[in-house]
């Protein structure tokens, strides 16, 4: 299987402040990588596709980019709404694979 | 408006089989891959596998011993299997629109494994 290491687990910050998460993959996915938002108590939510493709109806304040098997993630201005759980997802490989997530809370 | 609901029961025993129905609306189950998610504090978003209308069908090797998948779709609905189910087996489980790439999900429905 492929692994995907997420990074950080957590961070704090504040509304307005920009904030990358990072997503390595152990072995090359092309671009195959989705970015997931989960709020408490909700399904995930289906946020960028290949790497750096938003979803209908998702901000542009979010952003995504890829580098070989590193991948990242970005808010470029943080809202009161985003806070919540990021994953990273592969599906170049089956199975797919998901990151551990990170949590964004409020500072 | 798509939309895809889990049912089954939020408790199972070990040992038991777990058995989980997605009802699918506002899509046409025979256009679309379907797959199942599960979700644990412990190991995170695991993929269980998918099935399409043709009878394809995907596990993940750490599982496909324990689970079968199936569909009927007059009834536009999809359904999983887990047998010989243990504590690990407690969990989120997500009936999701994708075979690789989830790209709808149902809201999700706990199971517990408890004697």
């Known amino acids: 299987d492929i692994r995907m290491t997420q990074s950080p687990s957590s961070l704090s910050a504040s509304v307005g402040e920009r904030v990358t998460i990072t997503c390595q993959a152990s072995?090359?996915?092309?671009?195959?990588l989705n970015w997931f938002q989960q709020k408490p108590g909700k399904a995930p939510q289906l946020l960028m596709y290949?790497?750096?493709n938003l979803e209908a109806g998702v901000p542009s304040r979010f952003s995504g980019s890829a580098s070989g098997t590193d991948f990242t993630f970005t808010i470029s201005s943080l809202q009161p709404e985003d806070f919540a759980t990021y994953y990273c997802?592969?599906?170049?490989?089956?199975?797919?694979?998901f990151g551990g997530g990170t949590k964004v809370e409020i500072k | 408006q798509e939309q895809l609901q889990e049912s089954g029961p939020g408790l199972v025993k070990p040992s038991e089989t777990l058995s989980l129905t997605c009802a699918v609306s506002?899509?046409?189950?025979?256009?679309?891959?379907w797959s199942w998610i599960r979700q644990t504090p412990g190991k995170g978003l695991e993929w269980i596998g998918y099935?399409?209308?043709?009878?394809?069908?995907n596990h993940n090797p750490s599982l496909t011993s324990r689970v079968t998948m199936s569909m009927d779709t007059s009834k536009s609905q999809f359904s999983l299997k887990l047998t010989s189910v243990t504590t690990a087996d407690t969990a989120v489980y997500y009936c999701?629109?994708?075979?690789?790439?989830?790209?709808?999900w149902g809201q999700g429905i706990l199971v517990t494994v408890s004697s």
């Open positions: 999701v629109r994708g075979k690789a790439s989830p790209y709808f």
């Open positions: 506002g899509v046409s189950i025979s256009s679309h891959y």
């Open positions: 099935i399409h209308y043709s009878g394809s069908t």
């Open positions: 072995q090359a996915i092309r671009n195959s």
């Open positions: 290949g790497a750096s």
């Open positions: 997802q592969q599906y170049d490989n089956l199975p797919p694979t």
